[in-house]
T-cell receptor, first 115, second 114 residues
């Protein structure tokens, strides 16, 4: 158990809909990362937050957005869902230092199925 | 941006054999190289990592080597056991300016047969 929690574990929805994925980082970790894992693209970095502020952006679609709240939990919002958005979504957390190269601990993931 | 290539995509070994997975990276600024193990239905679990100031690191049956000149790093698992069967991912991260995001390889499915 990494200490990172994600809810829900599974999510089934229809095209065009909007969903919210939730992540709670390990105790003491200030940084949260979101990744998407699909069979054809592998593990892709989406976005990073540090202490409530966006820190880095990866291959995140404009239909997707995220935020980190004062209690450090984070939510990933996916809207106007398409079949191709079906994937595993992972959250990771780290303590984060300015020198970089922090160890990231991953949660169990949310499996999103868009029908 | 960074690009990480991982080989092989699948690897089958007999219990007790050694397994080696290799990765290359493109960005010479990358300085942190973790390896993750992912079992079916679970999130990636960090098993070992190495930083650029070190050429080799060992943890029991697992070792990682890094060649910064050639820009490649490898995972070595000795005395493999059936419970080592999983998908293994290498990753690279540039260091400095607080940039900690990871670029992953495509993964290697390791199957250890009893």
């Amino acid at each position: 158990d990494s200490g990172v929690t994600q809810t829900p574990k599974h999510l089934i929805t229809a095209t065009g809909q909007r969903v919210t994925l939730r992540c709670s980082p390990r105790s003491g970790d200030l940084s949260v990362y979101w990744y998407q894992q699909s069979l054809d693209q592998g593990l892709q970095f989406l976005i990073q937050y540090y202490n409530g502020e966006e820190r880095a952006k990866g291959n995140i679609l404009e239909r997707f957005s995220a935020q980190q709240f004062p209690d450090l939990h984070s939510e990933l919002n996916l809207s106007s869902l398409e079949l191709g958005d079906s994937a595993l979504y992972f959250c990771a957390s780290s303590h984060f230092t300015l020198s970089g190269g922090d160890t990231q601990y991953f949660g169990p993931g949310t499996r999103l199925t868009v029908l | 941006g960074e690009n990480v290539e991982q080989h092989p995509s699948t690897l089958s070994v007999q219990e007790g054999d050694s397994a080696v997975i290799k990765c290359t990276y493109s960005d010479s600024a990358s300085n942190y190289f973790p390896w993750y193990k992912q079992e079916l239905g679970k999130g990636p679990q960090l098993i070992i990592d190495i930083r650029s100031n070190v050429g080799e690191k060992k943890d029991q049956r697992i070792a990682v080597t890094l060649n910064k000149t050639a820009k490649h790093f490898s995972l070595h698992i000795t005395e493999t056991q059936p419970e080592d069967s999983a998908v293994y991912f290498c990753a690279a991260s540039p260091r400095g300016s607080g940039y900690s995001t990871l670029t992953f390889g495509k993964g290697t499915m390791l199957l250890v047969s009893p």
